[in-house]
């Protein structure tokens, strides 16, 4: 089974920056993109950044030109650096790794590591 485990988060003042970091139980090369989704509470889950395998990465408006996300193939780690945080950034962020198997789309995700941004 594929094991998500994600790292980094913590509590950090609006215009800092904060680093996340997913790593993972198989080698990421063998999925067609890796990405970061957050939730904060009462609100919906989103997408914050993905990268595929050739390193090609997209991104919402929202965290665009702030959030940079990487991957290291020889670490299996997907990071996600944070800068100019916002307090609308503090959310549960998520790592998520997707596929294609047999026609099928299939998607895993981490336990989550809290980002809390002050004012």
């Known amino acids: 089974q594929v094991q998500l485990v994600e790292s980094g988060g913590g509590l950090v003042q609006a215009g800092g920056s904060l680093r996340l970091s997913c790593a993972a139980s198989?080698?990421?090369?063998?999925?067609?993109?890796m990405g970061w989704y957050r939730q904060a509470p009462g609100k919906e889950r989103e997408l914050v950044a993905t990268?595929?395998?050739?390193?090609?990465?997209n991104y919402p408006d929202s965290v665009k030109g702030r959030f940079i996300i990487s991957r290291d193939n020889a670490k299996n780690t997907v990071d996600l650096q944070m800068n100019s945080l916002k307090p609308d950034d503090t959310a549960l962020y998520y790592c998520?790794?997707?596929?294609?198997?047999?026609?099928?789309?299939?998607?895993?995700w981490g336990q989550g590591t809290q980002v809390t941004v002050s004012s």
């Open positions: 990268i595929r395998s050739d390193s090609s990465t």
């Open positions: 998520n790794a997707f596929m294609f198997t047999n026609t099928r789309a299939q998607n895993y």
């Open positions: 198989r080698s990421i090369f063998s999925f067609n993109s």
